[in-house]
């Protein structure tokens, strides 16, 4: 099957998750490529989609909720998988689904929707993402936890396999 992965990332982060994700569909022998949400121009031929955001301020990147405004009609009929990718609720062991993201995500009804823990690299901010993190104390380092990622990535190939034999 043919599996579009689209992340919005600011600073990379999300971008290697949907690298990791890409990997894993290839394995399982699908067809799947990695593209920035603003850079899709249509959907026609793709079997399958997995859409994920870096979150900020409890939010969706503005690319990947435009994604969603543009392609919203195909986004309901084409299985569709999401994930957001951040820090909110990392200091405490788990975290947390942004507060905002539900109504994006309630509009296209996704398969799964998966919350992943993100990065924070302060040397890559500028100034006033610096400040903002500080003030929020968001805690820097990389949390990603890619055998989860991994592993969800290959329940999706696990499923579109299925769904591929079934015809």
Not at 55 to 84: D, H, K
Not at 121 to 130: A, C, Q
Not at 157 to 164: A, N, S
Request: glycine content about 8%.
């Amino acid at each position: 099957m043919k599996v579009l992965v689209v992340a919005a990332s600011e600073h990379g982060a999300t971008t290697e998750v949907g690298e990791a994700i890409v990997a894993e569909l290839e394995r399982l022998g699908h067809e799947a490529m990695l593209i920035p949400p603003q850079d899709v121009d249509d959907l026609n031929g793709i079997d399958a989609i997995v859409l994920g955001s870096a979150v900020y301020m409890t939010q969706w990147m503005e690319s990947a909720r435009n994604f969603v405004q543009r392609f919203r009609p195909q986004l309901r009929e084409i299985p569709l998988w999401t994930f957001s990718c951040g820090l909110a609720g990392v200091p405490k062991g788990n975290v947390q689904d942004p507060r905002r993201v539900g109504p994006v995500l309630l509009s296209v009804n996704p398969i799964d929707h998966e919350v992943f823990k993100g990065r924070l690299d302060l040397g890559k901010l500028n100034l006033r993402e610096r400040t903002v993190a500080r003030l929020g104390h968001a805690p820097e380092g990389d949390y990603r936890e890619w055998d989860k990622i991994r592993a969800w990535a290959k329940e999706i190939g696990t499923i579109l396999r299925e769904q591929e034999a079934l015809g």
